[in-house]
Nanobody
Framework: QVQLVESGGGLVQAGGSLRLSCEAS????????LGWFRQASGKEREFVAA????????RYADFVKGRFTISRDNAKNTVDLQMNSLKSEDTAVYYC??????????????????WGQGTQVFVSS
């Protein structure tokens, strides 16, 4: 089992930036990948971005391409999500998730076997 702890959420004005971080502990040596999902109030949880742990291959949801960047630090067992040009519709709780499954469709929630508690991002317009 992997334990995940997110940090970096907060309040930002539209057009601003935030950097979220997810620290993984536990059974990290066999992780295949990590992803970020988000859930806005009253909406379903949706895929944001993911990264394969070994190769660094990334995948993004269309609505964040060009604005968000996912990166990992294998030595620190962390995955960051740099969010630029934030919009009010980016307001949500952001969750980090990890998977040991391979191969894996990184945009599917069912792929992931560990989840963090989430961090709130609020973008004011």
């Amino acid at each position: 089992q992997v334990q995940l702890v997110e940090s970096g959420g907060g309040l930002v004005q539209a057009g601003g930036s935030l950097r979220l971080s997810c620290e993984a502990s536990g059974r990290t040596s066999s992780m295949y990948g990590l992803g970020w999902f988000r859930q806005a109030s009253g909406k379903e949880r949706e895929f944001v971005a993911a990264i394969q742990w070994t190769s660094g291959t990334t995948r993004y949801a269309d609505f964040v391409k060009g604005r968000f960047t996912i990166s990992r630090d294998n030595a620190k067992n962390t995955v960051d999500l740099q969010m630029n040009s934030l919009k009010s519709e980016d307001t949500a709780v952001y969750y980090c998730a990890s998977t040991h499954n391979r191969p894996a469709i990184m945009s599917l929630m069912s792929t992931y076997d560990s989840w963090g508690q989430g961090t709130q991002v609020f973008v004011s317009s």
